[in-house]
């Protein structure tokens, strides 16, 4: 009898052994690992602003400084979400504006470089240099090169590509020509996400000089 209940007993023991490991599977599964998994990813988020961010230093230098064929160069830190999902570069056109100016009419493209990584609740988050001003989806973190009555716009003729990736991403942009326009009306931007900060900051612009970039992106093993 005595050896049945102990039995029973190192049955309940190792029973509740499995039920307290398993509760304490469950707690960290949903409570610990996505805080651990959403940190990280911010700290991730985090380091490609900072580059993104200096990557605008590099090219204002370019245009206020540099001379034609100047290049600069970034490492975009390990571009991927949670899980070790892959994030998406893309570089190449962005918001399309024209203008009217003394010699014609022009039509441009702002140069456009944006890191989309997906976050731990499959939320994708965006990071964008565009034209000369950094973005966090929608929202300007830094201005572009604009005053009360001139602007300086980095546009870009490239064609579009995009990269998967979820290694350090190494960016070079070169550029290729700057060119003045003055007595300039009649600013019309294209949609896009951008496009009602790009409309408020060009709207008193009278003088434009548009600096030529091309960028080019290569995953880094």
């Given at each position: 009898?005595?050896?049945?209940?102990?039995?029973?007993?190192?049955?309940?023991?190792f029973?509740?052994?499995?039920a307290?490991?398993?509760?304490g599977?469950?707690?960290?599964?949903?409570?610990?690992?996505?805080?651990?998994?959403a940190?990280?990813?911010?700290?991730?988020?985090?380091?490609?602003?900072?580059?993104?961010c200096?990557?605008?230093?590099?090219?204002?230098?370019?245009?206020?400084?540099?001379?034609?064929?100047?290049?600069?160069?970034?490492?975009l830190?390990?571009?991927?979400?949670?899980a070790?999902?892959?994030?998406?570069?893309?570089?190449?056109?962005?918001?399309?504006?024209?203008f009217?100016?003394?010699?014609?009419?022009?039509t441009?493209?702002l140069?456009?470089?944006?890191?989309?990584?997906?976050?731990?609740?499959a939320?994708?988050?965006?990071?964008?240099?565009?034209?000369?001003a950094?973005?966090?989806?929608?929202a300007?973190?830094?201005?572009?090169?604009?005053?009360?009555?001139?602007?300086?716009?980095?546009v870009?003729?490239?064609?579009?590509?995009?990269?998967?990736?979820?290694?350090?991403?190494?960016?070079?942009?070169?550029?290729?020509?700057?060119?003045?326009?003055?007595?300039?009306?009649?600013?019309r931007?294209?949609?896009?996400?951008?496009a009602?900060?790009?409309?408020?900051?060009?709207?008193?612009?009278?003088?434009i000089?548009?600096?030529?970039?091309?960028?080019?992106?290569?995953?880094?093993?």
């Open positions: 009898m005595r050896n049945a209940e102990c039995a029973v007993a190192e049955i309940v023991s029973l509740l052994i499995i307290v490991l398993a509760a599977i469950g707690i960290y599964s949903t409570a610990v690992l996505p805080a651990l998994e940190s990280a990813v911010e700290k991730q988020q985090s380091s490609i602003t900072d580059e993104l200096g990557l605008k230093s590099d090219i204002d230098l370019l245009w206020s400084s540099g001379s034609p064929a100047s290049i600069c160069e970034t490492l830190p390990r571009a991927a979400g949670y070790g999902t892959a994030a998406t570069v893309y570089f190449g056109p962005g918001t399309a504006l024209s009217n100016h003394s010699a014609g009419q022009e441009v493209f140069a456009s470089l944006s890191c989309t990584s997906p976050s731990f609740h939320e994708k988050q965006t990071l964008l240099y565009e034209g000369g950094v973005f966090y989806d929608e300007a973190l830094l201005p572009a090169a604009v005053g009360d009555t001139h602007a300086v716009l980095v870009s003729n490239d064609a579009a590509d995009v990269i998967l990736a979820n290694t350090p991403i190494a960016v070079t942009a070169a550029c290729q020509q700057r060119t003045k326009y003055q007595d300039v009306s009649g600013i931007v294209a949609d896009s996400a951008q009602a900060y790009w409309r408020s900051v060009l709207s008193g612009v009278s003088s000089t548009l600096c030529t970039i091309s960028f080019s992106a290569e995953a880094v093993p």
